[in-house]
Nanobody
């Protein structure tokens, strides 16, 4: 089973930046595509970004395209989400997800196991 631990959230001003990390552990974790999702208060969890197992392919939600960048360090089994030009509407709890299918992640379909999430709050 894959275990996920997110970190790096916090408070930022609009226009600022934060970098989230997700440390993954478990059997064959390096063969999984990885994704980030977020959930704002009173809203459903939504897809943010995904990266293939090799790191060679990335995919973003329209709402973050051009502002966020997903990357992974395969040696450290860690996935990052660099968030720039933050907006108040980016405020949410951010979760990472490990999935065997990059296509599923791109379609917003997450695997069942989640980490604890990390809170991102953007003030105006």
């Amino acid at each position: 089973q894959v275990q996920l631990v997110e970190s790096g959230g916090g408070l930022a001003q609009a226009g600022g930046s934060l970098r989230l990390s997700c440390a993954a552990s478990g059997r064959s974790v390096g063969s999984y595509a990885m994704g980030w999702f977020r959930q704002a208060p009173g809203k459903e969890r939504e897809f943010v970004a995904a990266i293939s197992w090799s790191g060679g392919s990335t995919y973003y939600a329209d709402s973050v395209k051009g502002r966020f960048a997903i990357s992974r360090d395969r040696a450290k089994n860690t996935v990052y989400l660099q968030m720039n030009s933050l907006r108040p509407e980016d405020t949410a709890v951010y979760y990472c997800n490990a999935h065997r299918s990059m296509i599923e992640l791109q379609n917003g379909v997450a695997a069942a196991r989640w980490g604890q999430g990390t809170q991102v709050t953007v003030s105006s």
